[in-house]
Structure formats: structure tokens, C-alpha cells
């Protein structure tokens, strides 16, 4: 970042103040503070002409759109699940104007001020619930007594487990002792709910009698299973169906992870696509007689990041009174979201969820699309649902393949665009692409060619 020192140009020939030298870079469009801090490190570094490489660096460093061209419709690295409607404005671009960022388009001094009945009955004028909302459409979604949303399908576990089974025994099958993604492993979560882990079968092969014996031998609250998620064992296999569980005795909760609300897929015009085959869906789940399913809310459902609790409504009950509901409900952001994608859902307009939209393109359609940005060699490719969910499922795909490691030059887009690089070429998957931004992946993959590759 050593720039020569700028001993020609008079205004640095001694250290400009702080304020001045933040004053320069007002045009950023950042707070006023963090042209401070820019300034000031520029300063100390004895390179007053970084000041505004540095505030650029901040800029870059803040929550921004990105193109996603990689092929991984849930990438946990993007936000899993693409959004819709609310999407990502950036949050300092210069404005036109240089004004503040933030502020509305038509320069008019504030946005409008909203509040809602979160938890507020209109009718009534009394306390409402915030699980009255997009909880009860979830639940009717997965034909299910009720529901209720946290965090994050770790919190929906670890809540259903403290509630249910604190200081008891939670029967789980050693070939689903998993560990998901960033730090969710099963055995810390039971212990962290403060609930036994009661092992049993084994790795590969795990009877209905083996939970019965559990249950016999000692104090089991509940049987808990866990969707495998993102690998498989395979071979000399064998694991009971929910519904040869579900008449144990003790409640018995799955955790599918994933998200999908019905293996029907009455929201997709032609039905469930073939690549979905056998994740488990949560409707048939809780049909087969699980009381209780839990999943993420950003994988399969294509919603925000938040961890659903359906089935029974006296179990949930429980739950909603556990201490640990309050520290991991959901906030008024993320249940106005999922309101509206469950509406969505319930009108059974499965193209207006981006997720479901993007995973359920036509090949061709790709293709045409990839042959119309002009550059780069047209590609066939095997997108991934990722995000932890259905290991080893490719969706036919395409996009373009530009020659070198041009992925750094891609990220330096405005927008920045992500690609995947093998064997010294560059993929651009376009399954993971809205069509309106494929005019910008032309322009950054034309100006990624001119420069030298990596
Ligand atoms: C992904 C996953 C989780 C963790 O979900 P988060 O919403 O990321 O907390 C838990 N269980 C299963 C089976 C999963 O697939």
C-alpha cells in the first residue's frame, strides 16, 4: 500500500490534518467517522494518498450485493438462500450527488416510519403473539398443528431439546451423530440443551429395536432423528422409517434441515423435479407420525436465515415457554419475510421464490441466455443446491468458461462476480444468475479477459 510520497504535490508536503484530508473523501458517500478512521490510518502510515484507498477498502468491506455465478444455488458463503423483494441495496455507492448513503432517490430527507402489529392484535386491541403470523401459515403449509420460528434450525433443535429433555435422555442413532456446516455436531448441541445423549444402533445399521431397548433401559424423554444433510453412508445400510418410531412412547422429533415443505412441490408447475428425489420433506414427515420437525429457514424453503418448529401444538407450547424461546425468537425483519414467502407458497406461486425459480430453469433457457452474452465459450455445467442439503445432486446446467484464473478480476466488478476456477479455466454457471444481471456478468467477464490472468 506504499504509494511514493507525494513530495510534488504541496498540500501533503506536510501531513494534512485528519479532518481535512476525511473532509476530501466525502464523496465516498461513507460516515463521516469512517473517513476518520481512514484518514487517520492513512496518516500514521506516513501515506496521506492511501486515505482513499482505504475508505474504499471499508466500502468494500460492508454487506453489498454480489453475483452469484457458481453454480451453488444455496451457497452458505452468499447468504444461502437468494432474496427477493427485500434485496440488498448497497450501502455506501457514491451517490450522484455525494450525499448521504441511504438516503431515498428523490432527495427527500427521510424514509417513511413504519411500525406493525407485531405483537398486537388490531381486533382485540390486546397483546398479540409473534408467532401468530408467519408461524401459523408455515404450519398450515406443512399441514401441521402449529409452529413457531427462532434463529436458526441449531436454535429450533437446542430449544426443542431443552424444553422436552433437560437432564433426561435423547435417543439418537449413531449414524446420525452428524456434524453440519460452521459447528452444528449433534452430541455438543444435546449437551448444550442439557439433555443425555442416549446413543444406539450403530454407524451403518440402526433397528426400530434398537430405540425400543433404549427406551426400556433407562430415562429417554424423546427420539430424536438427524437428516443426514450433506454426505451419505452407503452400502451395507439400514435405518427405520419415522413411522416405525413413531408409536414408541416418547415424542418423537425429526430434524430434516433442509426445508422442504412437501415432497408434492405444488407450488412448481411440473411438480417436484427429479433431482429432489427422497429429501425428506416436512408435511410427510409429520404425516408418518413425527410430532415435531424442525429446518432451516434459508436452505429448501428459500427464505430468510431462521430455524422452523412444526407439529404437535401442546409440545410446542412447551417450547414457546422455555427461557430459551425468548433468547432465540425471530425479529420482525426476518418474520415479515417469511410471511410473505409462506402467502407465496399458499398461492402456489413457486416462480416468484427465487430459490425455487432459479433451481427449476430449463437447460436450454441457460443456454440461450449463455450464447447471448457474447463471451467466453459457451458451456454445458452441473449446478448444486449446497447449503448442506442433498450431497452429490447435480441440476444440468450451463454458462460460459473464460480461459485462466480470471476470478479476482471478477470480484473487483462494481458488482462483484463470483465464479469457480478448475484446471486453469474460469466457470460462469448462469443457473445461479437473475437474467437482469446478465448484461453486468458480460461486462465484468469481457473486462476480466483483457486483463492478464491470474
Ligand atoms: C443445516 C442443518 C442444520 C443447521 O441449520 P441452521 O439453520 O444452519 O442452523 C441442522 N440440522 C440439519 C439436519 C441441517 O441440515
Not at 433431482?275 to 420433506?281: K, Y
Request: charged share 20%; hydrophobic share 45%.
Amino acid at each position: 500500500m506504499n504509494s511514493p510520497r507525494s513530495d510534488k504535490q504541496p498540500e501533503f508536503r506536510r501531513p494534512p490534518s485528519v479532518d481535512s484530508l476525511a473532509q476530501s473523501l466525502t464523496g465516498s458517500g461513507l460516515p463521516h467517522p469512517l473517513l476518520v478512521e481512514a484518514a487517520r490510518a492513512a496518516i500514521a502510515a506516513g501515506d496521506p494518498a492511501s486515505a482513499a484507498a482505504r475508505a474504499e477498502g471499508i466500502r468494500l468491506s460492508l454487506l453489498r450485493p454480489v453475483i452469484n455465478a457458481t453454480g451453488v444455488l444455496l451457497h452458505t458463503n452468499l447468504g444461502r438462500a437468494p432474496l427477493g423483494a427485500a434485496s440488498l441495496g448497497d450501502p455506501a455507492a457514491p451517490s450522484a450527488a455525494g450525499g448521504p448513503a441511504g438516503s431515498p432517490a428523490d432527495g427527500s430527507a427521510t424514509a417513511p416510519l413504519r411500525y406493525s402489529n407485531l405483537e398486537f392484535d388490531t381486533r382485540s386491541g390486546a397483546r398479540g403473539d409473534r408467532q401468530a403470523h408467519a408461524a401459523g401459515l408455515l404450519a398450515r403449509l406443512c399441514g401441521a398443528e402449529a409452529a413457531l420460528v427462532v434463529n436458526n434450525c441449531a436454535a429450533a433443535v437446542t430449544l426443542v431439546l431443552g424444553a422436552l429433555a433437560a437432564s433426561r435422555g435423547v435417543a439418537v442413532s449413531r449414524g446420525e451423530l452428524v456434524e453440519i456446516g460452521g459447528g452444528f455436531r449433534v452430541p455438543e448441541i444435546v449437551a448444550q440443551s442439557g439433555a443425555r445423549l442416549t446413543e444406539v444402533g450403530t454407524t451403518n445399521r440402526t433397528r426400530r429395536q434398537d430405540y425400543a431397548a433404549a427406551l426400556e433401559a433407562g430415562d429417554v424423554a424423546l427420539c430424536l432423528r438427524v437428516h443426514q444433510s450433506n454426505y451419505r453412508i452407503v452400502g451395507f445400510t439400514e435405518a427405520p422409517a419415522v413411522a416405525d418410531l413413531a408409536d414408541l412412547g416418547v415424542p418423537l422429533v425429526v430434524d430434516i434441515g433442509s426445508g422442504l415443505l412437501d415432497e408434492a412441490c405444488g407450488w412448481l408447475a411440473d411438480g417436484p423435479p427429479s433431482w429432489l428425489r427422497g429429501e425428506p420433506a416436512a408435511r410427510q414427515t409429520l404425516a408418518a407420525g413425527a410430532d415435531l420437525v424442525t429446518f432451516s429457514g434459508d436452505k429448501l424453503l428459500g427464505g430468510p436465515q431462521a430455524g422452523i418448529i412444526a407439529g404437535s401444538a401442546s409440545l410446542l407450547a412447551r417450547c414457546a415457554r422455555h427461557p430459551l424461546a425468548r433468547a432465540f425468537r425471530a425479529g420482525g425483519l426476518v418474520l415479515e419475510t417469511l410471511q410473505s414467502l409462506a402467502l407465496t407458497y399458499l398461492d402456489r406461486r413457486g416462480d416468484d421464490i427465487p430459490f425455487w425459480r432459479m433451481a427449476t430453469r430449463p437447460v436450454a433457457e441457460l443456454r440461450v441466455r449463455a450464447e447471448a452474452l457474447g463471451v467466453g465459450e459457451v458451456c454445458d455445467m452441473a449446478a448444486t443446491t449446497g447449503g448442506g442439503t442433498l450431497p452429490g445432486v447435480e441440476i444440468p446446467s450451463a454458462g460460459i468458461a473464460l480461459d485462466g484464473d480470471r476470478a479476482a478480476a471478477l470480484r473487483a466488478s462494481e458488482v462483484p462476480v463470483i465464479a469457480r476456477v478448475a484446471n486453469q479455466r474460469t466457470y460462469l454457471d448462469l443457473r445461479t444468475v437473475d437474467p437482469a444481471d446478465d448484461a453486468a456478468v458480460a461486462a465484468a467477464a469481457r473486462r476480466a479477459t483483457t486483463e492478464p490472468a491470474a
